[in-house]
Nanobody
Framework: QVQLVESGGGLVQAGGSLRLSCAAS????????MGWYRQDPGKAREMVAT??????IHYADSVKGRFTISRDNAKTVYLQMNNLKPEDTAVYSC?????????WGQGTQVTVSS
């Protein structure tokens, strides 16, 4: 089992920045990759950014050049979000992929006002 706790969401004006954090606990040695997804009501969940244990990173085209995923150890992953746009408004959830399946955090709301 892996537990994930996100923090750092909030309300920001367009053009502003936010930094999300995701702290993992439990069987962290089983984690192969971590990432951030987002979902706005009425829309499908969207992959935002992922990072593997080996350091391979992928971004959604919509956030390339604006968002940066990083980690400082096997437990914590960050999502630095710059130049935020109203269309970035969503609930952002952290996920961890393991050999036993995927685990999800509770999500944190990001709201970008125009």
């Amino acid at each position: 089992q892996v537990q994930l706790v996100e923090s750092g969401g909030g309300l920001v004006q367009a053009g502003g920045s936010l930094r999300l954090s995701c702290a993992a606990s439990g069987n962290i040695l089983s984690i192969n990759a971590m990432g951030w997804y987002r979902q706005d009501p009425g829309k499908a969940r969207e992959m935002v950014a992922t990072i593997t244990r080996a350091g391979s990173i992928h971004y959604a085209d919509s956030v390339k050049g604006r968002f940066t995923i990083s980690r400082d150890n096997a437990k914590t992953v960050y999502l630095q979000m710059n130049n935020l746009k109203p269309e970035d408004t969503a609930v952002y959830s952290c996920t961890a992929d393991t050999f036993r399946g995927s685990f999800w955090g509770q999500g944190t709301q990001v709201t970008v006002s125009s």
